[in-house]
């Protein structure tokens, strides 16, 4: 379990991830990865995998492998993970051993700790992980997209992988590289920030200039318009007051020669008078 | 899953139950480190049954308290009886 204190990250991350690390990378090989409902038959069919890997002549296919008689099955159902051991059991009556390790607390049977739970017999495990990942009928039968991850597992079938101690070491350089090419990404990603940071706050000033101009050149144009508005206005009005002009000579002309206003004006003539009057 | 764990985990008679206090992913300090952890208790429990002919011994040091909290000396990942000559 002290693996976990150097693990301090909140994030999940599947079996897959881990065992592309370094250090598992060249010492675990998978055998068989298997997806499958929750339950007691699958559940049993997954152990009796797990057994049926431990058969020495089926390894002898892969020279990678041990030939030894261990296997595991990393079992997740999410967002659970537990491993699920064939082992030797030193009886030659029953020469092989399910062992369980769950790092989880559970409330009923380990709540403080992690545990490794010995099974009697090949059902023991079967019985436990199907009370363990008890899942409701009516889910499983649904098969709902959406609720098919708290129904199911994916099993990792595991064996250790023959390795060289030119081979171990060689893993401890590829981690150790690893760690540097990162830090020259994380790097790299930095000093990309930098000048895009710079890029969009010029951006930003051209934007508000802009702007600035836009509303400049529509106050002028409000003020054009204006202008426009006031000439037609003074044109009306120096139209208006030449007319003026006219007609009121017009009438003068007219009084002045009878010494009183004609008896019958045009109509437009007396209208002007009596608005000048 | 929350730190109390579920509650579908029962006793069967057909088993026994190794567990030490304050080993519990949560205590050690990661919060999601179960798959962590069960990799690497697969990586010690499959070369401890390699790196020894007595698996009464291999039993014993799985049901002892070093084995469930630390990763034991005498089982180096780069010793050299767990790798090939």
Request: overall charge negative; proline content about 6%.
């Amino acid at each position: 379990m002290k693996i976990c204190s150097l693990w301090t990250h909140e994030g999940h991350f599947d079996v897959d991830d881990v065992l592309a690390l370094p250090m598992f990378a060249t010492t675990l090989g998978t055998l068989a990865i298997e997806d499958n409902w929750c339950g007691p038959e699958n559940f049993r069919a997954l152990y009796g995998l797990v057994i049926l890997y431990c058969d020495v002549t089926m390894l002898k296919k892969s020279s990678l492998l041990r030939d030894d008689t261990n296997t595991v099955a990393i079992i997740t159902r999410p967002p659970e993970i537990v491993a699920l051991f064939n082992v030797p059991s030193g009886d030659p009556e029953s020469p092989f051993l399910p062992i369980l390790f769950d790092s989880h607390p559970r409330p009923d049977l380990h709540p403080e700790g992690a545990a490794f739970i010995f099974f009697a017999d090949d059902e023991g495990p079967i019985q436990y992980l199907s009370l363990l990942f008890q899942t409701y009928e009516v889910l499983v039968e649904s098969k709902a997209w959406d609720t098919s991850p708290l129904g199911q597992y994916t099993a990792h079938v595991l064996k250790l992988q023959m390795s060289t101690p030119a081979e171990a070491e060689q893993a401890f350089y590829q981690a150790n590289i690893r760690i540097l090419v990162d830090q020259v990404s994380f790097r790299d990603a930095t000093t990309r920030k930098t000048p895009l940071s710079v890029e969009v706050a010029s951006l930003r000033g051209q934007m508000a200039l802009q702007q600035q101009q836009i509303d400049r050149m529509a106050e002028d144009m409000a003020s054009r318009e204006e202008l426009i508005l006031l000439r037609h206005e003074v044109e009306r009005l120096k139209r208006a007051a030449t007319h003026e002009q006219w007609s009121g000579s017009w009438v003068e002309g007219v009084s002045g020669r009878s010494g009183a206003l004609p008896r019958r004006l045009p109509m437009y003539v007396t209208q002007r008078v009596f608005e000048l009057e | 899953m929350d730190e109390s764990g579920s509650p579908n985990a029962v006793y069967l008679p057909s088993m026994e139950v190794f567990s030490y206090c304050g080993t519990n992913q949560y205590t050690a300090g990661g919060l999601s480190a179960c798959g962590l952890a069960s990799v690497n208790a697969a990586l010690l429990v499959l070369s401890l049954f390699c790196s020894t002919s007595d698996t009464q011994e291999a039993l014993d040091t799985i049901r002892s308290q070093d084995f469930v909290e630390v990763r034991p000396r005498t089982h180096s990942l780069f010793d050299r009886n767990l790798t090939k000559e």
